[in-house]
């Protein structure tokens, strides 16, 4: 069994700043891609940033320069820091990972996702 935990949302004013973590645990053999997407009241879920195991980042434009996403791979942990937060940004935001697994002999990766945190700015 393999579990997302997201913690870290909250409520902030415009400008301010918070930070995401998501840890996965279980039965892990490695992590690959990670990611944090978003999810905003009557909208569909859209990617936010990602990053590999290697570190090479990539973010949405709408969030690139004020948003940070870095990562311990000791910890199989991922981490957002949000900057100069918008009202825009008011989301639930969900961990997302490629992870593999042992099944048997073998190995296989697939795809996990957390239960969601909700971050609200508002002043």
């Known amino acids: 069994q393999v579990q997302l935990v997201e913690s870290g949302g909250g409520l902030v004013q415009p400008g301010g700043s918070l930070r995401l973590s998501c840890a996965a645990s279980?039965?892990?053999?490695?992590?690959?891609?990670m990611g944090w997407y978003r999810q905003a009241p009557g909208k569909q879920r859209e990617w936010v940033t990602s990053?590999?195991?290697?570190?090479?980042?990539n973010y949405a434009d709408s969030v690139k320069g004020r948003f940070t996403v870095s990562r311990d791979n000791a910890k199989n942990t991922l981490y957002l820091q949000m900057n100069s937060l918008k009202l825009e940004d008011t989301a639930v935001y969900y961990c997302?990972?490629?992870?593999?697994?042992?099944?048997?002999?073998?190995?296989?990766?697939?795809?996990?996702w957390g239960q969601g945190t909700q971050v609200t700015v508002s002043s």
């Open positions: 997302n990972a490629a992870i593999i697994t042992a099944r048997g002999l073998l190995s296989a990766e697939d795809d996990y």
């Open positions: 279980g039965s892990i053999l490695s992590v690959n891609n």
């Open positions: 990053i590999t195991r290697g570190g090479n980042t």
